[in-house]
């Protein structure tokens, strides 16, 4: 393992998600160019402007997110 502190939890999950969720959104947008044998260069071409894009959007939403999630729902009671 990389041995991050776990205070830059918020980072790592950032990186990850949004690497992730970019990867299969270009995956996605490429999906035309499987016939030309493009695809590959397309996806990573893709790819690698919706991460940049996105890392600092999840960097920042993310706490928002949890705040409304916390905000829209409840603790249920054990049955």
């Known amino acids: 393992m990389l041995g991050i502190p776990r205070r830059y939890g918020h980072f790592v999950f950032a990186v990850i998600q949004s690497g992730m969720t970019s990867a299969i959104a270009a995956a996605i947008a490429s999906a035309p160019f499987l016939d030309d044998s493009t695809f590959v260069i397309h996806w990573l071409g893709s790819w690698l402007v919706a991460w940049t894009v996105m890392a600092p959007i999840v960097l920042l939403a993310a ?15 054990p049955d």
């Open 63 to 77: 706490p928002i997110i949890r705040r409304l999630v916390l905000a829209l729902t409840i603790v249920s009671e």
